[in-house]
């Protein structure tokens, strides 16, 4: 499904796939979809990065789909959580398939 966000006023749609609570980017390919989790209440909920083997973009989002917070999470990472309160996360790979949306947020000279 494709999901409209909203990033310092400006929109980018992206393609992701809702996901399972638990297991997000764990044990999958660089290639992998995007991920979206919901949850029932906005809050803090920590994420980590263990047994994913590529670096990732974590958005954070808000029940309108605005951004409240970005970072880059690298393999391994233990624990990984906003400074806001949020009720979405979108988990996008490092790969080439999502090469705009990750310039488009975080930068060109950040893709790698």
Known sequence: MKIKIIFQGKKI???????NKILGLMFKPKESANLL???????????????????????????????????????????????KPFKKIIEIPFNNKNKKIINFIV??????
């Open 37 to 83: 989790f919901e949850f029932d209440k906005k809050g803090y909920y920590a994420i980590h990065s263990f047994f994913v083997f590529f670096s990732f973009l974590v958005l954070w989002l808000d029940e309108k789909n605005n951004v409240v917070e970005k970072r880059i999470v690298k393999p391994f990472e233990f624990c990984v959580s906003p400074k």
């Open 13 to 19: 749609f992206i393609n992701v796939r809702k996901a």
């Open 107 to 112: 930068g060109k000279e950040r893709f790698k």
